[in-house]
């Protein structure tokens, strides 16, 4: 029998079955999620930076999962993924120098990635601005802070550095919730070398130092950076419990803070998610011969988003019909609007069984003691590790293009709300908005310089929870199929 055939045969089964079949085994696994695990290997893992794959915060985070891994009794290991460009912002420093009473006004900012070294010191700051008609010989030997709308600072840099700036202010101000106090953070390109620095800084501070400009009023700011570009290979964790076939699922998350801040939500708590997930069901199953899964389960933590993933499928490009499936954790802690748990994409043909059986168990938990206030399916939105795993990816990749399964499960997802059309015939009795639509929730902290625990995770644990007690309902629902035991 073909693998394909196994999974439809397989699933089929379980859809046979009233309410896909209860586990016995759920009931123990849920009250087994700890919130206060979850919470503290979020700050855990954001003390050790912004985790880029191929730098030394990469490796010591990737040092942490493994340890926690082996620390379960499972077996676990690591793998060097494709090199790549990585970068560090060792240590840095923006500042009001003059006038004195703006002194404090610029708070959370952040050095954009693959920035230059440049020495502390001090300049004039000057505008620049979308305006065809503006002067750029006033830009000589400045610091400029650029107004326009979202990202339009990229197509202006070159010009800016031609003109003679010396680094680049640049903040976010329409359209965008939540950077108000926060500054998102920004990489510049990994491709090229960049003559000057660009600092990200809030919409607060930014509007201020305008209106300053604007008004006539000279000021000064004080600068510098220490940094270092080169090549690194991440490391990805995985972690093992062996199944009764040689296939298995893979649960997993991005380890790095993807746009270079702290990463709290973004995604310490999907990789919290799967440690937890690992750490439940090593302790329940070890010395069980009644409950062996009958798919194995590996347990990853990728060094780098998407980068790690297509390493991984490359390394094992012979084998990828072993994968039975792919559930992916991408921020798992935080939802500001909403206390929704999202399943995503409904609208993939190979996902329908997986998300089918989802979509059951947040219909037969929804506002259960310790679950979820709603939870639904979603269309597709791209931008996440599970991607990779589709079958259009496959065919970019030039490896076999088998069908996986290939979900992610999250709490909240960009920096501002987003509405979809419902995928036909997947309204979801746990939904509550409108039935025909998903309002996807959002984090006014997403990329941000305060996606920090205190402001995420810290205040919204039963997140995290949620999406590890899904996961592992659905795990034991089609993988632990309860075997006789002879006396």
Not at 123 to 128: N, T
Not at 299 to 313: C, K, L, N
Request: proline residues 6%; glycine residues 10%.
């Amino acid at each position: 029998m073909s693998p394909a055939a196994f999974r439809i045969i397989l699933f089929g089964f379980l859809l046979s079955i009233p309410a896909f079949g209860q586990h016995p085994l759920e009931p123990s696994f849920a009250v087994r999620v700890s919130p206060k695990r979850l919470t503290q290997s979020v700050r855990d893992l954001v003390a050790f930076g912004n985790r880029q794959g191929g730098t030394p915060s990469g490796d010591k985070s990737a040092a942490f999962v493994e340890a926690r891994f082996r620390s379960f009794g499972i077996s676990a290991w690591s793998v060097e993924d494709d090199e790549r460009r990585v970068w560090q912002n060792e240590r840095w420093t923006l500042a009001v120098d003059q006038p004195k009473r703006l002194r404090g006004l610029i708070q959370h900012a952040a050095l954009a990635g693959f920035s230059p070294s440049v020495p502390t010191q001090t300049a004039r700051l000057a505008l620049a601005s979308e305006d065809e008609n503006m002067v750029w010989g006033t830009l000589d030997s400045a610091v400029v802070l650029y107004i326009g709308k979202e990202g339009k600072w990229r197509a202006r840099y070159q010009k800016i550095v031609e003109a003679g700036a010396l680094a680049l202010l640049v903040f976010e101000r329409e359209g965008i919730v939540g950077y108000g106090q926060a500054a998102e953070v920004h990489i510049l390109s990994a491709k090229s070398e960049h003559p000057i620095p660009v600092y990200s800084i809030p919409a607060a501070a930014g509007n201020r130092l305008q209106t300053e400009l604007e008004r006539g009023n000279g000021i000064r700011i004080r600068f510098g950076a220490r940094t270092k570009t080169g090549t690194g290979r991440p490391k990805t964790v995985i972690g093992e419990i062996p199944g009764t076939s040689d296939r298995y699922t893979i649960v997993c998350a991005h380890g790095d803070s993807d746009s270079g801040g702290p990463g709290a939500d973004d995604n310490a708590s999907g990789v919290s998610g799967v440690i937890e997930l690992a750490r439940v069901f090593s302790g329940m199953l070890r010395g069980s011969k009644q409950y062996v899964p009958t798919v194995g389960i590996r347990f990853i933590v990728w060094g780098t988003e998407y980068h790690s993933a297509y390493s991984y499928i490359k390394r094992n490009a012979d084998s990828l019909d072993r994968i039975a499936a792919v559930i992916n954790f991408d921020e798992i802690g935080y939802g500001s609007s909403r206390n929704c748990l999202y399943f995503e994409g409904n609208d993939i043909e190979a996902n329908e069984n997986v998300l089918r059986l989802f979509n059951d168990i947040g219909e037969t938990y929804v506002g259960k003691p310790s679950f979820w206030s709603e939870a639904t399916t979603n269309p597709s939105q791209g931008g996440t590790d599970s991607y990779a795993f589709l079958r259009r990816s496959l065919e970019r990749l030039d490896v076999p293009a088998v069908d996986i399964p290939s979900i992610t499960v999250y709490t909240t997802a960009w920096n501002t709300p987003r509405t979809l059309p419902q995928t036909e015939g997947w309204t979801s009795s746990a939904w509550g908005g409108h039935p025909d639509s998903v309002t996807i929730d959002y984090s006014p902290y997403y990329h941000s310089t305060l996606d920090i625990p205190r402001l995420t995770t810290d205040k919204e644990p039963f997140n995290m929870m949620w999406g590890v007690k899904a996961v592992g309902i659905a795990l034991l629902r089609t993988i632990f199929v309860p075997q006789p035991v002879v006396n």
